[in-house]
């Protein structure tokens, strides 16, 4: 398949509601999605980086410049038989996952639709639905963090989980656990702590966490090892892993218990499955994570999700907890037994809204060969 013609653009889409993590508060997302266009098809990719450098040192800016001055200078006018085919054409580039994966989705997305396969089959998933949960943000106070969850709560979401930072955390999270003694819970640090903070670790021992995500440093797998001995709460790793040996060496020195796994921080789809493949092997649990993306990066997440070692419930809420208008349809919806359905279309399997994305494009460049 030659891929003739790329598109970036990049989208200014306000959240529902601000979303407060250790590292900053965002209003307003900006995405970077990719159009690829190949034997009369199309393929949509998204990628996770956002405008600020908060959670990785991507922004859309740096995925705009990789993705037009390296990635896509390498890949137009290839020909690619699969999704596989690109990590070869971009061996020579380091870093950059996100804007990485972007691209591979897209490939994905064509080959799932020239296959007229949805994107779970090519992965090797088959459940049609997945257990979600949903991330909530730091809050002002206690009392809208209860208001917060409760409503989540109502809407159906069975698992949540708590942003937290030093000076927000147990105390929280307490409350949390009092008013919702029988909600499955968990907390994200995004890296907030060090390892002098054991305390704060054992004090919320007894609040029944499902696991403590990403407490200590992104470079630090010796510390989480050491962290980890002394708590009996599984430590889940998230901006710590970045490829299938950092999972295989973390595991190797118990630096964590439970992986997150997001395709767009390990640069992609084929990464990701490598990562599920081997925490499946040792009977390591592992769930899908989520970078509040369109209903694109969404689609995938929920067709990765549906391989058989996603066994906690992942980030992936409906539509309507982003976004009041998706750029891609159908909505993701919540169903009552706290799950949403797999895309069963080819490739994502969703279609994408041209007007939504007009409406939210601020900036736009094609490529051709
Ligand atoms: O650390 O998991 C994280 C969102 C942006 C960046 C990092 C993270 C998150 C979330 C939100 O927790 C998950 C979602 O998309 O619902
Ligand atoms: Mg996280």
Redesign the pocket.
């Known amino acids: 398949m030659r891929i003739e013609s790329a598109e970036l653009r990049i989208l200014g889409m306000e959240l529902v509601s601000p979303?407060e993590?250790s590292f900053g508060r965002?209003t307003e997302r900006h995405c970077l999605i990719v159009r690829l266009r190949a034997e009369g098809l199309e393929g949509w990719g998204e990628c996770?980086a956002?405008g600020r450098p908060?959670?990785s040192y991507e922004t859309t800016g740096t995925a705009w410049h990789m993705m037009a001055d390296f990635f896509l200078p390498s890949v137009l006018g290839q020909e690619l038989e699969e999704p596989g085919d690109l990590a070869p054409l971009l061996g020579a580039f380091r870093g950059h996952p996100l804007a990485r994966a972007g691209l591979e989705m897209a490939l994905w997305d064509l080959a799932g639709k020239r296959q007229g396969k949805p994107l779970a089959e090519l992965l090797g998933g088959g459940r049609s639905s997945v257990p979600v949960g949903?991330?909530v943000g730091i809050q002002p106070s206690v009392e809208d963090l209860l208001k917060t969850v409760e409503g989540y709560r109502r809407k159906g979401y069975r698992r949540v989980?708590l942003?937290i930072k030093p000076g927000k955390d147990v105390v929280e999270v307490a409350a949390v656990r009092n008013a919702h003694p029988d909600l499955a819970l968990q907390v994200?640090a995004?890296s907030a702590y060090r390892l002098d903070d054991l305390p704060i670790f054992r004090a919320m021992e007894s609040l029944d966490l499902l696991l403590i995500?990403?407490p200590l440093a992104e470079d630090d797998l010796v510390d989480h090892g050491k962290l980890q001995a002394q708590l009996g709460t599984p430590i889940c790793l998230?901006?710590s892993i970045g490829t299938v040996r950092h999972a295989r060496q973390a595991l190797e020195i118990g630096a964590c218990r439970i992986i997150?796994i997001?395709p767009g921080r390990v640069g992609g789809l084929s990464e990701a499955v490598a990562i599920h493949d081997l925490c499946l092997t040792g009977g390591t649990p592992v769930w899908c994570?989520?970078?509040?993306?369109t209903g694109l990066g969404r689609a995938a997440n929920l067709a990765l999700a549906s391989l058989p070692g996603f066994t906690l419930p992942g980030?992936?809420?409906a539509t309507a907890?982003?976004y009041a208008r998706d750029i891609a349809l159908p909505e993701f919806v919540l169903n009552p037994d706290s799950t949403i359905d797999v895309p069963r279309g080819p490739g994502l399997g969703v279609d994408v809204v041209a007007a939504a994305v007009e409406q939210f494009t601020i900036r736009k460049e094609s490529f051709r060969p």
């Open positions: 979303f993590t965002e996770a956002s908060g959670y949903v991330s989980k942003k994200d995004n995500e990403q998230d901006e997150n997001k994570g989520g970078m509040l993306e980030d992936i809420s907890r982003y």
